[in-house]
């Protein structure tokens, strides 16, 4: 069985202070693994896909990186505005295209 | 680009209703939507994959008479919460992928989702 997890499930930064997020997978055969933000009442908004270990990818102050069992979310001097919560999905070698989310990580910061 | 509305945002009914939450690709065709269901705190539990012109997939333990859904066009699909009971009271989320099924590895766009509320 495929399986997503996040650590830590929630983390209070403040304005400036950088750190890691955590995807940890075990599954059959990565096809891609998917990063999203999303914030309160809303549906989650695409950030990244990253299809093989070694690929890394940024966009403003995020950076994703993945290795053969698990990807970080680095977050470089965060603002209050990148508060949210970052979710992590995986998709597999099949005839679908469905993916399985990990539980997410409720980032909190502060200014 | 790859805009998806979902609609309505929120809905409280009576329980015995039954409900319909739209799911549109605005700008690009979609020939897979899928169906969510997230409950507070909660990650996204996949309830169903739709392809159009086609049956929807269902996920295990989903009722399939209960949640009903219709693909018809590649920019519309429609999930119907049937007889609905304050216990389907959830947040549901729609997504689209703009290629089929077999060529898998195009992100899913998400709607905003609907704040469904059962009585």
């Known amino acids: 069985e495929d399986q997503v997890t996040q650590s830590p499930e929630a983390l209070r930064l403040q304005e400036g202070e950088s750190s890691s997020l955590n995807c940890s997978y075990t599954v059959s055969g990565l096809r891609g693994l998917f990063w999203y933000r999303q914030d309160p009442g809303k549906g989650p908004e695409f950030l990244f896909t990253?299809?093989?270990a070694g690929e890394e990818k940024e966009k403003e102050r995020l950076k994703a990186t993945l290795t053969k069992k698990e990807s970080f979310l680095h977050i470089t001097a965060p603002k209050p505005e990148d508060s949210a919560t970052y979710l992590c999905a995986v998709q597999v070698n099949s005839g679908y295209s469905t993916l399985t989310f990990g539980k997410g990580t409720m980032l909190l910061v502060s200014p | 680009g790859a805009v998806v509305s979902q609609h309505p945002s929120w809905v409280i009914c009576k329980s015995g209703t039954s409900v319909k939450i739209e799911c549109r690709s605005l700008d690009f065709q979609a020939t897979t939507m899928f169906w969510y269901r997230q409950f507070p705190k909660q990650s996204l539990m996949l309830m169903a994959t739709?392809?159009?012109?086609?049956?929807?997939?269902?996920e295990q333990g989903v009722e399939k008479d209960k949640f009903l859904i219709n693909h018809a066009s590649l920019t519309l699909s429609t999930l119907t919460v049937t007889s609905a009971h304050p216990e389907d009271s959830s947040f549901y989320i729609c997504?689209?992928?703009?290629?089929?099924?077999?060529?898998?590895?195009?992100?899913?766009?998400f709607g905003d989702g609907t704040r469904l509320s059962i009585l």
């Open positions: 990253l299809y093989s």
């Open positions: 739709s392809n159009e012109g086609s049956k929807a997939t269902y």
């Open positions: 997504s689209a992928s703009q290629q089929g099924r077999r060529v898998g590895n195009q992100p899913q766009h």
